[in-house]
């Protein structure tokens, strides 16, 4: 069985990016798990004593967002040298290590846009490696026991600043509730707001969420920074709540009375090719507008805010016709909110 010093000294991401494409299937041992290296950024841990917990962290599903990978990867490192001892089922993905190489956010389409199978409907690496990543989790989701409790946590940074920095995307719910204890979980880890979703998706959050029941969210962690230029302790966050959960196989709980609570109210289309946004490309996520300000309009449509404190986020008119180029968030008090049975 080869050693460790297959992946450069316990280096998981610079093993990635010097492998970008594909790799080998390795596996290894280390004190207290087996680590299965099953294609290149696809790394399954599964530790020796039974748990609970099937936990997936993908990072990277957008290239240039290296912030989080960089965060797990010092994670990773802290398992390989025992100095973290894992009790929880571990798989960890680093997205595109061909965009991430490159610097950018994809080569050829946006991979949060690829999952519960809209990669087939595109020829190109991206949407080969969102089936890939679809095989992967639906396998090691499976291996583990049908009363797991699955959770999947894709961290990301944003394009832009924002009002609020660090915020999660809870996928669509189809009218069945929020798990407070999740909510808590996104407290502890220190996030400022989380956003309700209101339509199937087909990012790799919405897909878990639908496909596995997996408590899954879409995590923003600030502004996109290159490999090397990030200040990781704005993570210290989520690092810790992260850690806390896997050696302990307990979810770590704050309370989500911190958090401030959004719902989407509509997705902006991009509806023709002449199709702008009325904001400047300086403002934030979260940008607030008064009740009845054109936001967007094309030679086909325009979008008037309907409500006071009505908010962006996510604004990017630089997509193909059809996308989304932003979405439309409303204050919602966690009160009234319906939750699930845990
Ligand atoms: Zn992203």
């Not at 450069?8 to 010097?18: C, I, K, R, V």
């Not at 993905?93 to 050829?108: C, E, Q, T």
């Not at 944003?158 to 069945?176: K, L, M, N, T």
């Not at 607030?288 to 094309?298: E, V, W, Y």
Request: charged share 20%; with cysteine; proline share 4%.
């Amino acid at each position: 069985m080869p050693s460790l010093f297959s992946f450069q000294n316990g280096d998981f991401l610079a093993y990635t990016l010097a492998n970008p494409v594909e790799c080998e299937p390795q596996s290894f041992q280390i004190q207290g798990a087996d680590l299965y290296l099953e294609d290149t950024g696809i790394l399954r841990i599964e530790p020796s004593q039974p748990t609970s917990i099937s936990l997936v962290i993908s990072v990277g599903i957008h290239g240039n967002e290296t912030g989080p990978i960089e965060l797990i990867n010092n994670l990773l490192k802290d398992i390989f040298s025992g100095e973290l001892i894992l009790n929880v089922r571990l798989l960890v993905l680093i997205g595109n290590p061909v965009s991430s190489n490159a610097g950018k956010r994809f080569i050829d389409v946006n991979m949060n846009r690829l999952f519960s199978g809209a990669w087939k409907t595109f020829d190109c690496p991206e949407a080969k490696r969102a089936e890939n990543l679809e095989n992967v989790v639906q396998r090691f989701y499976e291996k583990g026991s049908e009363s797991d409790v699955r959770l999947h946590y894709d961290l990301h940074t944003a394009i832009r600043g924002s009002e609020y920095e660090q915020f999660a995307v809870y996928p669509f719910d189809h009218g069945s509730g929020y798990s407070k204890s999740q909510l808590n979980f996104l407290a502890a880890s220190g996030l400022d707001a989380v956003l309700l979703s209101h339509q199937p998706t087909t990012t790799f959050s919405y897909y878990t969420h639908l496909t596995y029941g997996a408590h899954a969210f879409t995590v923003e962690l600030g502004k996109v920074y290159p490999f090397g230029q990030n200040d990781l302790s704005r993570f210290s966050g989520i690092d810790s709540s992260l850690r806390s959960l896997m050696a302990t196989s307990e979810i770590p709980q704050g309370n989500l009375s911190s958090l401030t609570v959004f719902a989407v109210k509509d997705a902006l289309i991009k509806d023709a090719e002449d199709y702008t946004l009325n904001i400047g490309s300086d403002v934030k996520n979260f940008t607030g507008f008064d009740k009845g300000f054109c936001l967007a309009q094309s030679s086909l449509s325009e979008y008037r805010v309907a409500l006071d404190g009505d908010a962006i986020i996510f604004p990017n008119a630089q997509v193909p016709v059809g996308q989304r180029t932003g979405l439309i968030v409303r204050l919602t008090q966690p009160e009234t909110l319906l939750f699930i049975k845990e």
